[in-house]
């Protein structure tokens, strides 16, 4: 893979560089001193032993300073995170400012674009996104960035179902003005909204200030932590409570209400799908179409490093929030395979689209009861399907065959079956010939067929 460079002018004290498996941060002069004394700081080396903060090798040339991290594998963006990827990413960024206030330093600025996660942990990446605090001032500036960019997009979420994927063109969030026109009175006057949207709002008309200038209160250091840290404790309480709980979808209770599988067909399924795992033992797996785990699981427990890729949102958040508490080393993706996240930033630059990230970075991909929701629903082509399987996958590609009788297939098909009525396996096999060979096939009672393909 040939050197990447990520637009980073932005930032004035550097610029990143991203190769096969490091990125490289070039520090510019001016900011050479202030990046070494962060780095050798207390809070930081005890951060990146917990794996809180990226890990840093300092690397001196005739360049200059660099920096050199490790590449997170499969980088994703805020607009492909589920509310309680949101909600780990937020804790991290406050819990982590509230930490480094004892050592003497302050965030500068606070965005979830600075989060990335190594399958269900968030970690900041962005390191000089700290800089040394003014003793005497109670001020956060990254306050109002922190509102905007973390707890606005969800308390939208919540009050009005707007979803997160709609950070994808505000990158510096949503201003309290523009949403309070969104909401009804008694929203407006809701816990969510009146402190952050409404009281802001009022304010602006008003010609007010929003509070106080850093320079027009200066009390004694300790006060002024006091105070900070009061600060950042409001506004993670407010950010945790924007989250809902969440609810059901039809594909978050898809595996408990299964009418077109019986207990036999289920576990025949999950027995083969975890013999296939365990004789090729793949380091790296993707699970597209993942509903809420199962597979992702049998995965993980297998040894694997998985990626599991889910478009509904409420299914997508379930699988996060139990493979989380449970440890397992799978990193969610909220989104759609057949729709992929596209490039974005200045110039198409500054973020990857989805299938650059994913292609070739794994061993072995799962498509399990969702081959068909590609053909009915999208009408994408056989070879077109088998054509980007070839590109993600190393080696190995597990497909759920869903014959044209099953119910689920029927459901789909709406009134289209002369155009999807006569599908089979067989055309599944053409479609694949050039790309893959068979090693293994296996028929449910149900109808629907196991394939474990091989890449050619």
């Keep these: 893979m040939a050197p990447q460079t990520s637009p980073t002018f932005r930032d004035p004290a550097g610029s990143l560089v991203l190769e096969d498996h490091r990125a490289i941060r070039r520090i510019n002069p001016s900011a050479h001193e202030a990046t070494l004394e962060f780095l050798g700081s207390q809070f930081y080396q005890h951060a990146v032993e917990r794996g809180d903060i990226v890990g840093t090798e300092i690397e001196r040339s005739d360049a200059g300073l660099s920096l050199i991290h490790p590449r997170i594998a499969i980088p994703t963006y805020p607009w492909e995170w589920t509310p309680s990827q949101w909600r780990a990413a937020a804790t991290l960024t406050i819990s982590l400012c509230q930490e480094s206030l004892e050592d003497g330093w302050i965030l500068k600025d606070a965005t979830p674009l600075n989060i990335l996660f190594v399958g269900s942990r968030p970690i900041l990446v962005d390191v000089l996104s700290f800089v040394r605090r003014d003793p005497n001032s109670p001020i956060w500036l990254a306050h109002g960035q922190f509102i905007r960019t973390f707890l606005l997009p969800l308390v939208m979420l919540r009050l009005a179902g707007w979803p997160l994927e709609l950070s994808f063109f505000k990158r510096d969030g949503y201003e309290p003005h523009e949403i309070y026109r969104s909401l009804s009175w008694s929203q407006r006057l809701s816990r969510s909204a009146l402190w952050p949207i409404s009281i802001p709002t009022w304010f602006d008309r008003k010609g007010g200030s929003r509070g106080l200038t850093e320079a027009s209160y200066r009390p004694e250091p300790e006060t002024a932590q006091h105070i900070l840290n009061r600060t950042l404790a409001n506004l993670l309480k407010r950010t945790r409570r924007a989250v809902t709980s969440g609810s059901a979808s039809n594909w978050s209770d898809y595996q408990t209400t299964l009418t077109h599988y019986t207990h036999y067909d289920t576990e025949q399924k999950r027995l083969w799908v975890q013999q296939v795992l365990t004789e090729s033992r793949p380091a790296t797996v993707l699970d597209v179409g993942a509903n809420t785990g199962d597979y992702s699981r049998l995965a993980a427990e297998s040894g694997a490093q998985v990626v599991a890729l889910e478009r509904d949102s409420i299914a997508a958040d379930h699988l996060y929030r139990s493979t989380a508490e449970a440890g397992l080393p799978i990193q969610t993706i909220q989104a759609d395979i057949a729709r992929p996240t596209p490039a974005a930033g200045w110039d198409t630059s500054e973020s990857a689209g989805l299938l650059p990230r994913l292609e070739g970075n794994f061993e072995l991909v799962m498509l399990l009861a969702v081959i068909h929701h590609f053909i009915l629903m999208e009408q994408i082509p056989l070879r077109a399907i ?61 109808g629907r067929i196991l394939f474990l393909f091989e890449k050619k």
């Design 386 to 446: 088998v054509s980007l399987c070839h590109r993600l996958t190393r080696r190995y590609l597990v497909v759920e065959w869903v014959p044209a009788t099953d119910p689920m297939y029927q459901s789909l098909m709406r009134g289209r079956d002369e155009l999807y009525g006569a599908l089979t396996d067989a055309d599944l096999l053409a479609a694949s010939e050039d790309n893959f060979c068979v090693i293994r096939r296996e028929v449910l009672g149900n």
